[in-house]
Nanobody, 132 residues
Framework: QVQLMESGGGSVQAGGSLRLSCAAS????????MGWFRQAPGKEREAVATMNTDGSTNYASAMKGRFTISKDNAKKILNLQMDSLKPEDTAKYYC??????????????????????????WGQGTQVTVFS
C-alpha cells in the first residue's frame, strides 16, 4: 500500500511563500492523479489542487494564480509552491492519491477531480500557519 509523507510546512508572514513536498513510497505520483488538500480547525477538508498523470492540473478558485502544483516522477515527489500566502491559508495540508478511473479509447485513465471523496492514501499532513 502506498505511503505518502508531506513536508515543508511552517510559519510565514502574510505575503510570503512556502513550498510543500509529498514523497511517495511507490510510483504513485506517475501512475495516479495526485492532489493537495487542506483542513483548517473546525472546517471540512477541501481541495487545493490536483495533477493528473498527463500533467494537467485543477485548482480551487481561491488558490488559482497563487499556488502551483508540480511533480517529479523520477523522484516520486509531488510539490505545492504557495505564494502570496494569506492568513486564511492557515491549515494542515495533505497530499493524497486518486482512487477513481475511467475507460476511454481502450485505455484506463485516472479521473482527476477536486472532489475529496475521490482520493485516498492520505499522508499525515504538514501544518502551514500564516500570520499577519
Amino acid at each position: 500500500q502506498v505511503q505518502l509523507m508531506e513536508s515543508g510546512g511552517g510559519s510565514v508572514q502574510a505575503g510570503g511563500s512556502l513550498r510543500l513536498s509529498c514523497a511517495a513510497s511507490q510510483d504513485t505520483v506517475s501512475t495516479h492523479c495526485m492532489g493537495w488538500f487542506r483542513q483548517a480547525p473546525g472546517k471540512e477538508r477541501e481541495a487545493v489542487a490536483t495533477m493528473n498523470t498527463d500533467g494537467s492540473t485543477n485548482y480551487a478558485s481561491a488558490m488559482k494564480g497563487r499556488f502551483t502544483i508540480s511533480k517529479d516522477n523520477a523522484k516520486k515527489i509531488l510539490n505545492l509552491q504557495m505564494d502570496s500566502l494569506k492568513p486564511e491559508d492557515t491549515a494542515k495540508y495533505y497530499c493524497a492519491a486518486g482512487l477513481r478511473w475511467q475507460y476511454i479509447g481502450g485505455r484506463v485513465v485516472p479521473i482527476c477531480s477536486l472532489a475529496t471523496d475521490d482520493f485516498g492514501a492520505w499522508g499525515q499532513g504538514t501544518q502551514v500557519t500564516v500570520f499577519s
